[in-house]
């Protein structure tokens, strides 16, 4: 028999005739292990997971004009969004926004891809459904108290263009004039534009209202149509007045990309949302510092629970030790016995701690976060590893007190 064969089969038979004592070590070594694989994978999953929940809170990156409005079409948002990676763009929404009348009454229109607002408003409150075709409004809820409007109603948009403003004003004035005109006596004047005037009339679009929308803001001041239903009322134009973008990124990542397009799109300014970007960050940063603590918390409590198990080990096993030395063992064969049995003791409690570590952050990740976790593989042989160191240092002190039993005075009287 080898000396690593008979070496491993003193440690084994050890652990096995104090099996009730290394039970409650090999338990509290695979508590800690436990923990420190489940929340280490939650402390590197838990950004992905964070960032999912803050995009329920709206955009948090606006792009804008940088001067010229005509130049901020499509085509400058195109180049902006090609600055972004499309893993991480988690939804775009161009608005132009119009004044129109609706019952007479002067209200906001805006215009915009009805998908993308859903993906980067999802916090928004919908009695009824989302607009899904052309011809169909969503309003918000101030509105829709104002005009007496309500889910399945159908109404009238009107949008008067500049041009359509100026003739009505121009035929107001011809009809003042004809009024004077008429009272001081003098000749009637035809107040029909001429052949040369081009009239412009108001167009006019029947819409159905599909919801009503609350969000407690200020968006429940505006009406929300299509973008091609906004191109019919006020024509077809490719100016946008600004765009929301939802990113899946950190506050680093979200700086870069900003400065990215302003860097290389002249057209376009991004502007971060910095209540959302930095509740992120500070919420994400408190998040990982508590895992971190509660980590190096419950290794301590291992470390500590194992180092009691293996003094009181020590202590029941003083007379084995001194008569083991009285027939000329040295130190080092003591140490490395119980060092063996401490290292074993860690390799096989952060075995099992590493799989239900695994288990653990899953279950919290789906009850917390309703999502499944990945399985980090690089988690496995790191637990393995610090469960053995944690268990190599809970021996020393027990380990130097084996060392220092004297055989004279233990023996004595046998």
Known sequence: MTKQKMFMRMITASLVRRRSRMLVALLAIAVGATILSGLVTIYYDVPRQMGAEFRNYGANMILVASGNEAAFNQEAVDQSLSYISSGDLVGVAPYRY????????????????????????????????WPAAPGEILLGQEIADLLGLKVGDTLTVTYASEEARGTAEAVSADDASVSVQGEAGSEEVDAEPSDEEEYHPDVSLDMTVTGTLETGGSEEEYAYMALEDMESLAGETDALDVVELSISADADALKQYSDDIESNVDDVTPRLVKRVTQSESTVL???????????????????????????????????????RKALGAANKSIIGEFMGEGLLLGGIGGLVGAGLGFAFAQAVSVKVFNSSITFQPLLLPITIIISI??????????VKSATEVDPAVVLKGE
């Open 98 to 129: 119009e004044t129109v009348r609706i019952h007479e009454q002067p209200i906001v229109a805006a215009g915009t891809d009805l998908e993308g607002a859903k993906a980067t408003s999802p916090y928004w409150y919908i009695n009824g459904e």
């Open 389 to 398: 160191l944690v268990a190599g240092c809970a021996c020393l002190l027990p």
């Open 285 to 323: 940063t408190k998040l990982q510092a508590l895992v971190f603590l509660v980590t190096a918390v419950v290794l301590v409590l291992t470390m500590i629970c194992v180092a009691t198990t293996m003094t009181a080990a020590v202590t029941e096993r003083r007379k084995e030790i001194a008569l």
